[in-house]
């Protein structure tokens, strides 16, 4: 008995030693940091992507698609932008963090935090510095940790049952002539050279031309209207499917869209469309209804769907460093 006692107790203190250990290993920070409050302006820029994925604009040459070598410096971005970043948000969730569109959604942060349609949220500056082969992912972790320290955040994630659009293929097991798997013989490269303007600008491919880079939805070119022209290279048709709002506009798509494609693995895609006056019931654009399903060969259903938004339970405005 006295032997069981023994090892009992030797157990709980191990496992006390584990928990600790674990909770230690969770916990990712970088190893300086800076946060200051910019109210001088200027314009807005960062050495690492700030998205996951859903860029919009045309990818910049200076856009690395890496984390920089661990050295992160971002100026002049409201706090939202830093949120997104830490947690991989999707377009979905950004939409209903900065602005509480959606019907069933609303989890709009403070105004200072994410502003509105207006802007007029806070900017805020901020330098870190991480080991050199620091991830983009673990880069994440490490703003988590930061945003909790100085800003005092405290999240969680909750899942609503909301009104959606559910894309699915306008004929079964059919694609269209825009939509098609990603090949394995491409090599997507993480890093755009300096001043290589041509590859900046586009990669050519079946589909048309896509981004110079995988894993985002961006601008390509486009001699008719660089605005509501897009692709992916070596996408999930779930990225395509929780851009689709922001890349349309609220007023096109009013909804959350969510993947019922069935579609597995990772796509190359390019969707144009003009942009026209004319409208169909408040929920699509028949332009963009008519590109969406003519080009790749989908369509948007009415349903509803659980959609996972985060929550923010406690924020307040910096520390001093």
Known sequence: MLMFRKMLCVAVVFAGVASRAQTTEAKVEFDVASVRQNKAGGAQHSNVPLDSGNVYSAIDPSDGRTAAGGFFV???????????????LSGTQEMVLRLGYFEGLDAKAPKWVAGGFEGNADKFNIEARAPENTSIDQMRLMMQSLLAERFHLVVHHETHEAPAFA????????????????????????????????????????????????????????????????????????????????????????????????????YDFTLQWEVTNETETGDNTAAFRSALK?????????????IDILVIDHVEHPSEN
């Open 167 to 266: 894309l699915v293929l306008a004929r079964p097991g059919a694609a269209g002539p825009h939509l098609q798997p990603h090949p394995a013989s491409d090599v997507c490269p993480e890093l755009i050279v300096a001043g290589d303007k041509a590859a900046a600008a586009t990669s050519h491919s079946a589909v048309g031309e896509l981004p110079p880079v995988c894993g985002v939805v961006a601008h390509v070119p486009s001699e008719k209207n660089l605005r509501t022209s897009y692709g992916g290279r070596g996408v999930p048709l779930s990225l395509l499917a929780t851009s689709l709002p922001t890349m349309t506009g609220l007023a096109i798509i009013s909804r959350p869209v969510v993947d019922q494609t069935g579609f597995a693995g990772l």
């Open 294 to 306: 003519g080009q790749l060969g989908l369509e948007l259903k009415p349903t509803r769907a659980p």
């Open 74 to 88: 971002a100026t002049n971005y409201p706090l939202w932008r830093y949120i997104v970043f830490a947690y991989k």
